[in-house]
């Protein structure tokens, strides 16, 4: 009956939930996307447990789920030589749980949908991932958005000798939260190990003062 202040969407759980909804938007080409017809059933898909728990189950799934319907996002693109900076909400419409008393189950939308913004951005610019990857990385936030990063990013360098990034300029992406240049390096070299397992494809290497990346193929076709 009130607005009430959600925080930020954090961890895994809103990371997998964006990318199965981002990939059935694009595999329909529909801004509304089923996601079945319990809490549970949708735990199963992205992977997630479903047993309670501070970092697992219904509990924090729901306050993430809420967490991310409320939230905004601001993406910048480069496209055609021109920077791009477009203000989207991911979620349009999400009908919110009815009833929840520990006897009966949760009354479940069923259904998301995206704002035409996002989903117009998402359809131009996606790029496919391979879910055997998402699972064996879903322990770490970090893994998840190196991969997801690599893989959007990789595909589209250009030059042969390849472009460089330097460690700040990879800590104001992903490592501000650390409190030393050198605490994120060691973190970030760590989950970067984790990444190349899963995606072999990926020509990234060490140079001084940061890491030169390579043109390489997405993790998946787009066929």
């Not at 895994?12 to 595999?27: K, N, S």
């Not at 893994?143 to 990034?165: E, F, P």
């Not at 501000?176 to 390096?185: A, I, L, M, N």
Request: charged residues 25%; positive net charge.
């Amino acid at each position: 009956r009130d607005f009430v202040d959600r925080p930020l969407p954090y961890g895994t759980i809103p990371r997998l939930i964006m990318v199965h909804v981002a990939t059935e938007a694009v595999r329909t080409k529909q801004r509304q996307i089923e996601i079945g017809d319990s809490i549970r059933k949708f735990l199963i898909t992205l992977g997630l447990p479903t047993s309670g728990g501070a970092r697992g189950g219904y509990t924090a799934f729901r306050k993430q789920m809420e967490s991310l319907a409320a939230c905004r996002l601001t993406l910048g693109l480069y496209e055609l030589g021109k920077a791009v900076t477009i203000d989207a909400k991911p979620i349009n419409r999400f009908e919110a749980w009815i009833q929840h008393d520990g006897l009966q189950r949760t009354l479940w939308p069923g259904r998301i949908e995206l704002s035409e913004d996002f989903f117009n951005t998402l359809s131009e610019h996606a790029v496919p991932l391979d879910n055997r990857a998402l699972v064996a990385l879903r322990h770490s936030s970090l893994s998840l958005d190196i991969y997801t990063w690599l893989a959007h990013r990789l595909c589209r360098v250009r030059a042969v000798g390849g472009t460089k990034l330097s460690w700040n300029n990879l800590r104001d992406q992903f490592g501000q939260e650390y409190r030393s240049s050198k605490d994120f390096k060691k973190a970030f070299k760590v989950a970067l190990r984790q990444v190349l397992v899963v995606y072999p494809d990926a020509k990234i290497c060490d140079t001084m003062g940061g890491l030169m990346l390579y043109p390489s193929k997405p993790p998946m076709s787009r066929q």
